[in-house]
């Protein structure tokens, strides 16, 4: 399925460009604002392509949008990135016309505060098992120590789930196209900078027959070359 050629084009385009180092800490760069990815795929008769990008560069902001304006900047973000011959445009040539196109907002987790939060707990119920051992030594102060450190640790705790709900939301745009003349395609223009402003660059990887490789666009580098 040519679909799924998309989804792991980011990680086999960066592991034969840069290795596995750099493939590794890409995973971790996947929410930058300013910077987006584009994975794009030619085979046969059909070009496809899918950006994720974070929401901040589409809308301007990551909130859940609750008032009427920013719904309003949300239902026009989302017009806008779903105009796929605004956004994608092939050689006239090439006679591609889009048959699917589809946008999806979700939110990613901040893994980072889930593993924190994994270490602080075992720490906690090592420093219990701690307690335990000694617990026949004094009973009055210990309960009183272990009150005040189970209250530390209760505050700790909330600090921690208050930092582990936030989210970096991320909005996905899918495109499909079929192209008569698919040979004709030796340039692709991306414009994804015209009207999402806080969109500074694009990281596209490419997959074209045995063409594997990265490029990265620009507001004044919007054309692909293939």
Do not use: W
Not at 48 to 77: C, T
Not at 110 to 121: G, I, L, R, Y
Not at 198 to 220: F, Q, Y
Request: with cysteine; hydrophobic share 35%.
């Amino acid at each position: 399925m040519i679909l799924n050629k998309v989804f792991r084009l980011a990680a086999l385009s960066t592991a034969v460009l840069a290795g596995p180092v750099m493939a590794e800490g890409h995973q971790h760069e996947a929410h930058v604002h300013g910077i987006a990815e584009l994975n794009f795929v030619i085979e046969g008769n059909v070009a496809e392509m899918e950006l994720r990008s974070p929401l901040m560069n589409i809308a301007g902001f990551e909130h859940e949008a609750v008032s009427a304006e920013d719904k309003q900047k949300i239902k026009s973000a989302t017009k806008q990135l779903k105009d796929a011959y605004a956004r994608v445009k092939f050689p006239d040539d090439a006679l591609c016309i889009v048959d699917d196109t589809k946008v999806t907002i979700g939110a990613e987790k901040d893994e980072h505060a889930h593993h924190d939060h994994a270490a602080h707990h075992d720490k906690h119920h090592g420093h219990e098992d701690h307690h335990d051992h000694h617990k026949h030594d004094d009973h009055h102060d210990h309960s009183d120590h272990h009150d005040n450190h189970k209250h530390e640790g209760h505050h700790d705790h909330d600090k921690h789930n208050d930092h582990g709900e936030e989210t970096h939301r991320n909005i996905t745009a899918h495109y499909h196209f079929q192209c008569v003349n698919p040979e004709k395609i030796n340039a692709v223009t991306l414009d994804f900078f015209s009207h999402f402003p806080h969109m500074e660059t694009v990281k596209v990887n490419v997959l074209n027959g045995a063409d594997i490789r990265s490029v990265e666009l620009t507001p004044k580098q919007r054309v692909l070359e293939l």
